[in-house]
T-cell receptor, first 114, second 113 residues
Framework: GDSVTQMEGPVTLSEEAFLTINCTYT??????LFWYVQYPGEGLQLLLK?????DKGSNKGFEATYRKETTSFHLEKGSVQVSDSAVYFC?????????????FGSGTRLSIRP | DAGVIQSPRHEVTEMGQEVTLRCKPI?????LFWYRQTMMRGLELLIY????????DSGMPEDRFSAKMPNASFSTLKIQPSEPRDSAVYFC???????????FGSGTRLTVV
């Protein structure tokens, strides 16, 4: 079945460092890909998405590019801030095999030091 | 738009009691999902509805759990009887059409003592 694998955390960086959180997926069909962010005590929020190969999703300085050849959707940010500390979830939606469900990865906790 | 609204935000109950969690999806969204989040298991999909009809309840842990959606603007998740292992954060999410992202509520933190 469909699945999402993302790098294990926690990831700890200093402010202004470059961030990469790796995400790879397995899907039967042609999925849409998402990154969600969860701040402490809150629900998940959609951060960005991409619906077809080579699409780049971006929001709040974060970017991720849909790479079909490597089945990846890595999250990047050029200069992180303390306020980016949160848990990040990679996810996919594959209408062919998962119907309307979104399949989530296990989450990566990010902590930014001032 | 008020977003997805869940109530209560926190619930503490004794083992064996009935617990009802409530969710109001975003108006116009035709999918509603119930998730459970724990440190050990992460995010688990319990059940989801399309146009108020349950589509997939394979994630519901056991018969103690039940969910209803009597109309497009309201859903409940009931646990009867509750057990300490049900302690978790329960999220409701809604979605407009099948290929869009979810909007999550703020969750209900359930503690069963």
């Amino acid at each position: 079945g469909d699945s999402v694998t993302q790098m294990e955390g926690p990831v700890t960086l200093s402010e202004e460092a470059f961030l990469t959180i790796n995400c790879t997926y397995t899907a039967t069909g042609y999925p849409s890909l998402f990154w969600y962010v969860q701040y402490p005590g809150e629900g998940l929020q959609l951060l960005l998405k991409a619906t077809k190969a080579d699409d780049k999703g971006s929001n709040k300085g974060f970017e991720a590019t849909y790479r079909k050849e490597t089945t990846s959707f890595h999250l990047e940010k050029g200069s992180v801030q303390v306020s980016d500390s949160a848990v990040y979830f990679c996810a996919l939606s594959d209408l062919e095999s998962s119907a309307s469900k979104i399949i989530f990865g296990s989450g990566t906790r990010l902590s930014i030091r001032p | 738009d008020a977003g997805v609204i869940q109530s209560p935000r926190h619930e503490v109950t004794e083992m064996g009691q009935e617990v009802t969690l409530r969710c109001k999806p975003i108006s116009g969204h035709d999918y509603l999902f119930w998730y459970r989040q724990t440190m050990m298991r992460g995010l688990e999909l319990l059940i989801y509805f399309n146009n108020n009809v349950p589509i997939d309840d394979s994630g519901m842990p056991e018969d103690r759990f039940s969910a209803k959606m009597p109309n497009a603007s309201f859903s409940t998740l009931k646990i009867q009887p509750s057990e300490p292992r049900d302690s978790a954060v329960y999220f409701c999410a809604s979605r407009y059409r099948a290929n869009y992202g979810y909007t999550f509520g703020s969750g209900t933190r359930l503690t069963v003592v």
